[in-house]
C-alpha cells in the first residue's frame, strides 16, 4: 500500500478503535476501553510512521518513531508533536496490548481484574490526544 494511503488507512483506525473506546468507556467496560485506546494509540504512530514509508508489522511504534525523530527524518517544527505521540504510544505499548488481552498470566489476574475507571480513564486521554496529533501531523495544521 503507497505510504499516503497506509496514512489515511491508519487514521481511519484510529478513528474507528478511538469510537469504540468512547462507546466502551461510556458502558464501563474498562478493559476494552484500554484495550481500544491502546489501538487506537498503536495506529496512530503507525499513521505519522507512513508518512516515512511502508510500516512493516509491530506492536511498538514507538521505538521507529524514536530512531526517526534521531535520523532527523522528521522537520524540526513537527518534531515536539512526534516526540509527544511517541510518549504516548510507549505508555499504551506491547505491555498494555498483552494484558488487555491476557491479563497478568503470572500473577493469576484476568484482563477485567486489571483494569479499573481511572486507568480506562487515562487511556482514553491518551487515546483523545494521540488521535488529535495524528491529525495534525497528516494534515499539516
Same mark, same amino acid.
Given at each position: 500500500m503507497p505510504a499516503p494511503e497506509e496514512a489515511s488507512y491508519r487514521l481511519r483506525l484510529v478513528l474507528g478503535f478511538l469510537e469504540e473506546a468512547r462507546q466502551d468507556f461510556s458502558l464501563g467496560r474498562w478493559r476494552s476501553c484500554v484495550d481500544s485506546s491502546q489501538l487506537a494509540t498503536e495506529n496512530a504512530a503507525k499513521a505519522v510512521l507512513a508518512l516515512l514509508g511502508p510500516v512493516? #508489522?509491530?506492536?511498538n511504534p514507538s521505538l521507529l518513531l524514536r530512531e526517526a525523530l534521531t535520523e532527523g527524518e522528521f522537520d524540526a517544527d513537527i518534531s515536539p508533536k512526534v516526540e509527544r505521540l511517541a510518549e504516548c504510544a510507549e505508555l499504551?505499548?506491547?505491555d498494555i496490548?498483552?494484558?488487555s488481552?491476557?491479563?497478568d498470566e503470572a500473577g493469576g489476574r484476568t484482563p477485567w481484574e486489571l483494569f479499573d475507571r481511572d486507568?480506562? #480513564?487515562q487511556a482514553l486521554d491518551l487515546a483523545e490526544e494521540v488521535a488529535e496529533l495524528s491529525q495534525q501531523l497528516l494534515t499539516g495544521s
Open positions: 512493516g #508489522r509491530t506492536h499504551l505499548g506491547p496490548h498483552v494484558q488481552d491476557y491479563g486507568t480506562a #480513564r
